[in-house]
T-cell receptor, first 115, second 117 residues
Framework: EAGVVQSPRYKIIEKKQPVAFWCNPISGHNTLYWYRQNLGQGPELLIRYENEEAVDDSQLPKDRFSAERLKGVDSTLKIQPAELGDSAVYLC?????????????FGPGTRLTVT | AQKITQTQPGMFVQEKEAVTLDCTYDTSDPSYGLFWYKQPSSGEMIFLIYQGSYDQQNATEGRYSLNFQKARKSANLVISASQLGDSAMYFCAMREGPETSGSRLTFGEGTQLTVNP
């Protein structure tokens, strides 16, 4: 079974530029999460999708961040414009509604560096 | 208040010995789940073990066991017979709400484990 796929793995951009990250969850997983992990810290949730619907986006900085999950499968997270403080690893995870523990499976992450 | 507290920024253990990584949590929700993830230097988050708040017995998965003390709100990870490949960052995380909800995980700050030969 293929895991969560993310691209790109690494991205370096200048501040004020836009950037986008892509995530393909595990097949059949209806719940998708985007987390941000700052250096030396644990991940923090940005947004959670149940199928196509964003059900928890309270931590998403909506002035510059946007996300979409068309057709309830792939998802894209966008930052426009990027700021120096956005440098972090962006992790995508997915889980299955029928999994009793709601274990979240994580992708390898996208390491963003804003210069 | 921190929802998940990991008080050990770094831990060292000799190969083949057991080690305990501490985790305390804070929630008023009677239904919650506790997770431990391993993050090697390559960056991926690897699920290790899960404990539900209503589970009567401590969870075990191979060399990993979770010492769940509900009254003390602690969920320590015990790794037996440490191996060099266990060197990594370890995160404790909590899901608040029943198991039927895919709610967010709140992570601690992590503990960097180093296994010495």
């Amino acid at each position: 079974e293929a895991g969560v796929v993310q691209s790109p793995r690494y991205k370096i951009i200048e501040k004020k530029q836009p950037v986008a990250f892509w995530c393909n969850p595990i097949s059949g997983h209806n719940t998708l999460y985007w987390y941000r992990q700052n250096l030396g810290q644990g991940p923090e949730l940005l947004i959670r999708y149940e199928n196509e619907e964003a059900v928890d986006d309270s931590q998403l900085p909506k002035d510059r961040f946007s996300a979409e999950r068309l057709k309830g499968v792939d998802s894209t997270l966008k930052i426009q414009p990027a700021e120096l403080g956005d440098s972090a690893v962006y992790l995508c995870a997915s889980s299955l509604a029928l999994d009793s523990s709601y274990e979240q499976y994580f992708g390898p992450g996208t390491r963003l560096t804003v210069t | 208040a921190q929802k998940i507290t990991q008080t050990q920024p770094g831990m060292f253990v000799q190969e083949k010995e057991a080690v305990t990584l501490d985790c305390t949590y804070d929630t008023s929700d009677p239904s919650y789940g506790l997770f431990w993830y391993k993050q090697p230097s390559s960056g991926e988050m690897i699920f290790l073990i899960y404990q539900g708040s209503y589970d009567q017995q401590n969870a075990t998965e191979g060399r990993y066991s979770l010492n769940f003390q509900k009254a003390r709100k602690s969920a320590n990870l015990v790794i037996s017979a440490s191996q060099l490949g266990d060197s990594a960052m370890y995160f404790c995380a909590m899901r608040e709400g029943p198991e039927t909800s895919g709610s967010r995980l709140t992570f601690g700050e992590g503990t960097q484990l180093t296994v010495n030969p």
